[in-house]
């Protein structure tokens, strides 16, 4: 089933709805900031939530690194399996490639390293290791000797996930989401998770994990209640103390809330500790005050998200409560919405370029990536069909028709401008994918 928490409101867990509207607003107006859902639980219940049309709770959402806390999890479950030591070197676990592996520094990196970015590397390994091996990403890594000694230097680095990820596997002898289902997911109700898969057939780790912001929630409620779900230990206490505190130190990272330190796949804050992918994808959690707030969206300024519920969500958590607000607050929830693109109707274009008017209305149809993207659009609202969604109007200047095309399983969004004239097509996007094109931005199938 979906993970489904009780639901209560802002005044009755003690936060104060107005601290969680002024959120909303920020999110709404600062730049650089585009929300599409968020889920804000107390003590275990959902005080408020909310998504921003095309955007809705059952959709999945492409968490980008937030994955990380996934796949942290599967080998937080191994580790209390019996199946991995975190003392072990991950090379122990790929042992037809010892003889590769000659660099004394690469045979000591152990599992505790990798999950907190201490491979040694001074920087990200990523194009090295696939250019080293572009058909086994872990020997590529293990080939690059670090920099440093394993455990004591800081760099964010996808191959170390990436090597958890098939640790896992290998440990398993199954798929990371195979392996996950019966000992995480299903128990907390998350029916609805899968993982963008590389050419081998194994789930990035690091990335291209798509789930619903309700099962964000309950990773984080997770590790809120030390491993524990509804009476029964997922995780050990002791694993759950480990990744949520500093176990290696990142002062040089610019943001403050990047520059905590680090623990096993989740960073240390300000406030708490969290787990967060590129363009907005959040699990914050606040033992202190028994929250947890899952976010998803397209934003590019991710500090000045975190800034947003600091200064306003916090000082609401335990503040003055007004039941009137509360009300305020849900109805402005269920009705959020993304503004559709703005300008003169459609009506009376004639079809040009990659544009169609018939019955049912327009239809915006590009080729891209030897296939072909095909969506409704929509005028003055989002048109929305499958994993698409589309809005366009009349440019100001009468010369252009803007569309703009929402893959609303992840936080992408592609502006497609075409001249009045001559049909002539351009297109750019508002975030650029990190490793998925137009066709393939999608939640996975297998």
């Not at 994918?433 to 939640?443: F, I, K, Q, S």
Request: glycine content about 10%; charged content about 20%.
């Amino acid at each position: 089933m979906t993970t489904t928490f009780p639901r209560s409101s802002p005044s009755a867990l003690g936060i104060d709805a107005r601290g969680v509207d002024a959120l909303v607003d920020a999110l709404e107006r600062t730049p650089g900031v585009e929300p599409h859902g968020l889920v804000l639980l107390r003590h275990g219940q959902v005080a408020a939530q909310g998504w921003w049309a095309p955007y809705g709770p059952d959709r999945v959402h492409l968490l980008y690194s937030l994955s990380k806390s996934f796949t942290a999890a599967a080998v937080g479950i191994a580790v209390r399996e019996g199946l991995v030591d975190l003392d072990a070197t991950a090379l122990s676990y790929f042992p037809e490639l010892d003889a590769d592996v000659t660099d004394d520094r690469s045979r000591r990196i152990r599992v505790r390293d990798l999950l907190a970015m201490a491979s040694g590397h001074r920087e990200e390994t990523i194009d090295r290791a696939e250019a080293l091996d572009p058909a086994n990403t872990v020997r590529g890594f293990l080939l690059l000797p670090p920099d440093e000694e394993p455990g004591s230097v800081f760099a964010y680095n996808q191959p170390c996930t990436y090597t958890l990820a098939a640790i896992v596997r290998r440990v398993s002898g199954g798929s990371l989401v195979e392996y996950l289902r019966p000992r995480l997911l299903d128990p907390l109700g998350i029916d609805d998770l899968a993982w963008r898969r590389d050419d081998t057939g194994a789930e990035l780790g690091f990335s291209g994990c798509y789930a619903q912001t309700s099962a964000i929630a309950a990773l984080g409620q997770l590790y809120l209640q030390r491993g524990v779900w509804d009476g029964e230990r997922i995780l050990d206490e002791d694993w759950v103390a480990a990744a949520t505190s500093t176990q290696v130190e990142n002062p040089g990272e610019e943001n403050p809330d990047w520059s905590q330190g680090y623990g096993f796949q989740f960073w240390m804050a300000r406030h708490g500790f969290r787990g967060d992918g590129a363009y907005g994808q959040f699990c914050v959690v606040l033992p202190e005050h028994d929250v947890v707030l899952a976010m998803t969206g397209q934003s590019l300024d991710m500090q000045a998200v975190l800034d947003a519920v600091w200064q306003h969500l916090l000082p609401a958590v335990d503040g003055t409560t007004d039941t009137g607000a509360d009300a305020a607050l849900a109805a402005r929830l269920a009705a959020l919405g993304l503004p559709a693109v703005v300008g003169g109707p459609l009506t009376g274009t004639a079809d040009l370029g990659p544009l169609a008017h018939d019955d049912a209305g327009w239809r915006l149809t590009l080729d891209v990536d030897g296939g072909t993207l095909s969506v409704p659009v929509g005028e003055g609202e989002w048109a929305v069909e499958g994993p698409l969604a589309a809005s366009g109007a009349v440019a100001a200047d009468g010369r252009t028709v803007l569309v703009d095309v929402r893959f609303v399983e992840t936080p992408h969004l592609l502006h497609v401008r075409v001249d009045r004239s001559t049909g002539d097509t351009a297109t750019a996007w508002e975030t650029v994918p990190l490793h998925d094109g137009p066709l393939t931005l999608r939640r996975p199938t297998d």
